[in-house]
């Protein structure tokens, strides 16, 4: 019932295979056009082929790796903690980028003095809607003393 999709790695992107029939398939007949699934499967591995691999510093290597960065080089066996520092670095022609650990970056002093520790003390409280009102008012008390003062014009110099 589904078709066959097979992804293969060709360079630095992969060739995707749909084995299905689409004889029967309506859209292909009528216009010529691909399923939308299988062009966004297209888009999602390309996307994928070119994004470089993630590593975050302190945790464990998922396989094998030799990084380079300039001159200097790091070897990590699978599951030992990738103790680097963050910036791009090289796997063979591929590059790496290694990521800073949140766990690093967490502090537990108290905030200094004047800094908000939440986004409800963050952002006012009404954001100044209690004004809005007012503004109203005034602009309506300037367009009638506008038109009242025009209205004298008019008649006083109008003659």
């Given at each position: 019932?589904?078709?066959?999709?097979?992804?293969?790695?060709?360079?630095?992107?992969?060739?995707?295979?749909?084995?299905?029939?689409?004889?029967?398939?309506?859209?292909?007949?009528?216009?010529?056009?691909?399923?939308?699934?299988?062009?966004r499967s297209v888009?999602?591995?390309?996307?994928?082929?070119?994004?470089?691999?993630?590593?975050?510093?302190?945790?464990?290597?998922?396989?094998?790796?030799?990084?380079?960065?300039?001159?200097?080089?790091?070897?990590?066996?699978?599951?030992?903690?990738?103790?680097?520092?963050?910036?791009?670095?090289?796997?063979?022609?591929?590059?790496?980028?290694?990521?800073?650990?949140?766990?690093?970056?967490?502090?537990?002093?108290?905030?200094?003095?004047?800094?908000?520790?939440?986004?409800?003390?963050?952002?006012?409280?009404?954001?100044?809607?209690?004004?809005?009102?007012?503004?109203?008012?005034?602009?309506?008390?300037?367009?009638?003393?506008?038109?009242?003062?025009?209205?004298?014009?008019?008649?006083?110099?109008?003659?």
């Open positions: 019932e589904a078709p066959l999709v097979a992804a293969l790695p060709v360079g630095r992107g992969w060739a995707v295979v749909e084995l299905a029939d689409l004889a029967d398939d309506p859209a292909l007949v009528a216009r010529g056009t691909l399923p939308a699934w299988a062009l888009r999602r591995l390309t996307a994928a082929a070119a994004a470089p691999r993630q590593l975050t510093a302190g945790t464990p290597a998922p396989a094998d790796l030799q990084l380079r960065r300039g001159a200097r080089e790091a070897t990590f066996k699978a599951g030992e903690p990738v103790m680097l520092e963050p910036g791009c670095w090289r796997a063979d022609a591929d590059p790496v980028l290694v990521l800073p650990s949140r766990e690093e970056g967490r502090t537990e002093a108290p905030p200094p003095p004047g800094t908000a520790t939440s986004l409800e003390s963050a952002l006012p409280g009404s954001g100044g809607r209690e004004l809005a009102l007012w503004i109203l008012l005034a602009a309506l008390a300037l367009a009638i003393t506008e038109g009242l003062v025009a209205a004298w014009a008019g008649r006083a110099y109008g003659k």
